[in-house]
């Protein structure tokens, strides 16, 4: 009986022990030459550059929505340490810095997933090795990948299917999935730099980067053998040079940034973004004729809850109810500025019209407000429904509730009969259909 268990298992080993021979975990069954330390190391080079600046935009985009003003500012409740951003006061210049941040955050984030596939292509073999960990710290080394790979795959799916509206996503709260995935990948991420960053440097300096570059197809050598298991042992005639793979995976990145970048420039730019649903609403020439997130109609505005009885109120020391016409005969000013949307899409400058949010706080009899609350007819449960901003973007004189645009009246599905309008606001934290402002003591 005893002798049988251990022949069993003894053979359960053997099996084991014959997986390195079987497909992918055979290290001559991956023979492109171009694989290697200075391939890998040049892969995690671009991802270095580009995840930071992907990683930065996406907290700064955190920060834009002033989450520690509570209400629907804050996607993300009970962040724990993870709120230690929360605080930050978001300024209102440049104005076009949200659209550059969050401008940035989309068209790079679109970039990384052929750079993620270069990279991976490039390290296959190792991710097929047998055993799958000698040692404590091998495991996690793996385990820490699984978050890395997963976590870069998660965060590059999640943002690209709620640009893409996927209606699925927003029920789900993309926020808490974008936010939470996000500190899961950055940190199996800086586990896995901290391990990997000497091999990096070191298979970049093995090799002259310049020469490397230099080499066309014919030229094209493996690398030495014995510098790893990435190097195959028994290499194919090459079939593209290292220049020519590195500027495919490139010129991938750069033609789904070329498709993507439109978005944020606008105007006729937009047009590039083939692939950017908001894109696709091609404005025409009127003064109301630039995009929107959201229509009227899907917003359950009515023209009757938009007409002549429609009253704005201001909430502070006093309570007033101003009517549209009351508001136009107060002093006007003209700011413009841009929609720059969650999404990374925007509208270019705006000649927008109204009053300036300092004198509607002033006849509030609250000239110092530190914080005000914006709520919307708008009767879809949306984080649109409600706004909260600090004093900073209350005093600034660009700071508006407008009334028209472009010489013209607001559309309905522009806000009309009111909506407010901040220099560098994320676009949904300038609410439309106003119906009440609420002017409060402290931030
Ligand atoms: C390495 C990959 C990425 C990281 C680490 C990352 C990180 C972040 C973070 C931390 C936020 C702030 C979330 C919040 O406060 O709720 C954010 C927002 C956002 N991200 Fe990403 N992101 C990545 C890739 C992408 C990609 C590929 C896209 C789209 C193609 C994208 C689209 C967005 C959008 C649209 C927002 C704004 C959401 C909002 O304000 O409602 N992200 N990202």
Redesign the pocket.
Known sequence: MKDNRNSDSGGIKEEINKIPEKGPFRRDYWRSPLRGPWFASFMSLLLLIV?PI??I???I??V??N?DLGGNNN??PDMGILGFLTGIEWPTRPIWLYRLT?GM??VL??A??PLVLGKLWAIMPSLYKWPLADSLAHALERISLLFVIG??FF??????F??QNFIILHNVK???L??Y???I??GGLVLHVLVKFPVMIDGLKNRDTSEELSKSRDETEPEPEEEGRLVSTDPAEPTISRRGAIAMVGGGALTLMGL?VGQTLGKKWSRMAILSPRAQTLPGNGPNDFRVNKTAEYAGITPEMAGPDWRLELVGRTTRRLSRDELLAMPQYTSSLPIAC???WSTGNQNWEGVRLRDLAKLAGMPDAGKVLFESMEEKDS?ARESYMRHNQIQDPLSLLALRVNGADLSMDHGFPARTIVPAT?G?RNTKWVYRITFMEEA
Do not use: K, M, S
């Open positions: 995840i992907v990683f935009t996406g907290l985009d955190h834009a929505w989450p996607r993300t969050e955050h989309v984030g679109i990384l997933l976590g870069i965060q590059i799916f999640t943002g690209l709620y640009i993309f926020n808490q974008h936010f995935g996000n500190w990948f950055i993507a969650l999404e990374g984080a994320p949904n």
